[in-house]
């Protein structure tokens, strides 16, 4: 009698992508590396991202193999866009997503903060934003940089992989939750991985001391399954968040300082941001939006309309261009 078995599919989730292998997760199997059945490259043709981490698929083995058989509908995805193409997904299904923004070495701009809360409003999913490094800047820089935050009713963290402040705090946020780490480069992503787990998963490595920016250490996005439930995803950090996957009136919607002047709309469900709008007409009232989050959405909104437009930063690259 024969002993062999009729493959059947299993459930995993997407873990790392590395070109046509995929790394597959689950709680029985743990990571199996896997490839995409024949099938479905044609699916992967027509969607730009159709398989990214934390996307939940069916796969089979045959012969020592694992395929990717199937994708499972997503919950949801969180996506940037940038100039011309298709918006990048840069994770799908994930439960909150941790904005990394460092007090210092790198500095986090609230501009950058600002684009990466309106794509994860517009996702659908609860931000954290987290402020790092707090060990390298003094108390009263921490309070003010939080409470700008605070007052429109984000929940927000401050930690320090060096002191150990906040991490408690963090730890227990994360539990039993699939978090998404997001933030430039060298903001301590990896770190806070490392920490939070007490190994080291990922590779972590000093900035750069002449631009104070972060190396790109880390290159793919990993799923990464730690105690009590917590499931981190770390990945690589981002320059600019483009927004131009988001419309007018979806980028004023993730202002919570105009957000409430979308109840007076007459019109329920409309937000095409048009010259009766109650959120646009607010913005000259100073009492509702303070004078840095007005230049960040009017910078936002710029981005918009001229997606090409010449930055500084252009015109610095293209002089020091020989
Ligand atoms: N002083 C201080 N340094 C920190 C802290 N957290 C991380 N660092 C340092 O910051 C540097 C960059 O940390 P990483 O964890 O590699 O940063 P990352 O966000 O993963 O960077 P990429 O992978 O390039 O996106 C490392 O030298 C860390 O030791 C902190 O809380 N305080
Ligand atoms: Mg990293």
Same mark, same amino acid.
Request: proline share 3%.
């Given at each position: 009698?024969s002993t ?13 992508v ?21 099938r ?7 969607e ?6 934390g ?12 395929a ?26 994930v439960d ?19 684009? =990466? ?43 320090? =992989?060096?002191?150990?402040q ?27 991985v ?23 250490t880390?290159t ?22 483009g927004i ?19 109840e007076?709309c007459?019109i329920?469900?409309c =937000?095409?941001?048009?010259p ?7 913005l ?11 230049k ?27």
């Open positions: 009698m062999s078995t009729i493959p059947v599919k299993e459930f995993f989730t997407i873990a790392r590395f070109g046509a292998f995929y790394d597959l997760y689950s709680l029985e199997r743990g990571r199996v590396r896997a490839v995409l059945r024949g479905l490259r044609n699916f992967a043709a027509k730009r991202h159709p398989f990214v981490v996307d939940r698929v069916q796969a089979m083995e045959s012969g020592g193999e694992w990717i058989e199937e994708r499972l509908p997503r919950k949801n995805e969180l996506l940037r866009k940038s100039k011309e193409g298709d918006a990048q997904v840069l994770c799908a299904n909150q997503v941790a904005v990394l923004a460092s007090l210092k070495n790198p500095e986090t701009k609230d501009g950058f903060l600002d684009r =990466c809360l309106a794509a994860v409003h517009l996702a659908g999913v609860i931000p954290l934003i987290v402020f790092t490094k707090s060990d390298l800047v003094d108390q009263e820089t921490v309070a003010h940089r939080a409470s700008v935050y605070q007052n429109l009713g984000y929940e927000v963290l401050t930690v320090s =992989c060096q002191t150990g906040g991490l408690d705090e963090l730890h227990s946020r994360f539990s039993s939750k699939t978090t998404y780490l997001v933030g430039n480069s060298g903001v301590g992503k990896s770190s806070l490392n920490v939070l787990s007490d190994r080291e998963l990922q590779k972590t490595s000093q900035i750069s001391l002449s631009t104070k920016k972060g190396k790109h880390t793919n996005s990993n799923f990464l399954v730690l105690d009590n439930n917590i499931i981190l995803i770390d990945s690589p950090g981002i320059k600019e968040w131009l996957h988001l419309s007018k009136g979806e980028i004023l919607d993730s202002f919570p300082e105009l957000r409430k002047h979308k007076l007459d329920s469900d =937000c095409d941001a048009g009766g709008c109650k959120m646009l007409l607010s000259n009232q100073e009492a509702d939006i303070t004078i840095e989050r007005k960040s959405l009017e910078s936002m909104l710029a981005s918009l309309e001229n997606p090409f437009r010449i930055t500084r930063r252009d015109h610095l690259k293209n002089e020091s261009k020989p």
